[in-house]
């Protein structure tokens, strides 16, 4: 995918097991390239100016002669020769199908998926970072770490104790569900234990992919600005659980934690909200027992 | 930038259900809180149906209203905007409807 109009190019998605000689940085490989005049040339791209327009407010011509009947949106071709086929299929039908199959994947094998996502630099990687060594020797946690490019994330997390696979998405904004099933394949993670999805840093994407996890995490700092529930709501509504990370920074920011929670409750009134900090560790106690309450039994 | 991903699935699903058929229309629907800009879809639209058997074909979007209803009152009601929250001042809501990401139908040829 291009990053600078978002087409889809080559294959850049990138999947990295990160061990401890893993030197190699994935940002070397050969990207894709490709001539932006070719868009701006694009047949395709029609005139919207020539006030014929349809519900969604888009317009365009016809080339084939074809008209537009009544309010129907039915499309009669010049000899009537088209038809309409009716799908009523969802688009991302592909999508959501994997992720049921990672999810029953993950069932079946009694591992705990959490999909964590938030903007870049909340603290995911350190939160798992705290966890992976706070939790060693009680639960199992490997994670799965998304990322546009880089293994610098998949490095900290091995060195914390965690078994880790390093996506990377290319321009990619997101993980998908295609991508965890590459990704669960590479981990074989142990039944009993706690997979930890880090998506890439986005509050926007990643909310629309079901990867097939058990449980959406979402986490904010105190750092961003407490505005970020009613700016990002559809990221905020699909959370099981939100954690407020770097409570130690709040004498230093102007932050309400109060007003946050509210504005929360107006986005998710379902949500949990828990406060903690990654680096000092206050509060991560009640994510720890977030954890354990949901990680299944090992099968027998 | 998912819409690209959105329009990607779209052409899958479409080549998947029919894959001879030169189709001349894709009619899809985005609910209001489904998350999706509808510009941004049919940006997308014409780049990633190129050389597939959806090329040249229009797009017709339809953006339903979302329907949530209200835990406290009892009320069902369209929200004015992504953060639904009922006329009663109660954010206590349950969507019903909006969050869709639909074909509904094409044209073929």
């Keep these: 995918m291009c990053a600078t109009c978002g087409c889809s190019g080559s294959a850049v998605v990138r999947l990295v097991v990160a061990g401890p000689a893993d030197d190699q940085d994935p940002a070397g490989q050969p990207g894709h390239g490709h001539d932006h005049a070719n868009h701006q040339g694009n047949p395709n791209h029609h005139d919207h100016a020539d006030g014929h327009s349809h519900a969604g407010g888009h317009s365009h011509d016809h080339p084939n002669g074809a008209t537009h009947q009544g309010d129907s949106g039915q499309l009669i071709g010049p000899a009537g020769t088209d038809r309409t086929v009716q799908l009523q299929q969802k688009v991302l039908a592909k999508n959501d199908a994997i992720a049921e199959r990672n999810r029953e994947w993950l069932a079946d094998r009694g591992i705990l998926a959490v999909n964590l996502m938030s903007s870049p630099g909340a603290g995911k990687t350190t939160l798992l970072e705290r966890t992976a060594r706070d939790l060693a020797g009680q639960i199992a946690i490997s994670v799965i770490e998304g990322d546009q490019e880089t293994a610098l994330d998949a490095r900290r997390i091995l060195a914390a104790g965690s078994a880790v696979v390093q996506i990377n998405t290319g321009a990619g904004c997101h993980l998908d569900a295609e991508m965890l099933a590459a990704g669960l394949r590479t981990l074989d993670p142990p039944g009993g234990s706690i997979v930890v999805i880090e998506n890439v840093g986005n509050l926007v994407c990643p909310a629309l992919f079901d990867l097939g996890e058990a449980a959406r995490v979402v986490l904010a700092s105190v750092t961003e600005g407490a505005d970020k529930p009613l700016k990002y709501p559809h990221m905020f509504r699909q959370a099981d659980l939100v954690l407020l990370n770097k409570t130690d920074l709040l004498p230093y920011v102007d932050f309400d934690p109060r007003g946050y929670a509210a504005d929360l409750r107006k986005v998710t009134p379902d949500a949990l909200l828990l406060q903690l900090s990654a680096t000092t560790g206050d509060g991560i106690q009640a994510w720890y027992d977030w954890l354990r309450r949901r990680t299944p039994l090992r099968p027998e | ?109």
């Design chain 2, 1 to 109: 930038m998912h819409e690209l991903a959105i329009a990607e699935g779209l052409v899958d699903t479409v080549t998947g259900r029919l894959p001879d058929a030169r189709i001349t229309c894709v009619r899809l629907e985005i609910g209001a809180l489904s998350g999706v800009v509808a510009d941004s879809v049919r940006f997308c639209f014409d780049l990633v149906t190129e050389g597939t058997n959806l090329e040249g074909a229009s797009l017709e979007i339809s953006q339903p209203p979302a329907r949530c209803s209200c835990r406290v009152c009892g009320s069902e009601f369209e929200p004015d905007g992504p953060i639904a929250l009922c006329p009663c001042g109660s954010a206590e809501i349950t969507v019903l409807a909006g969050q869709d990401l639909l074909i509904t139908s094409v044209q073929v040829a």
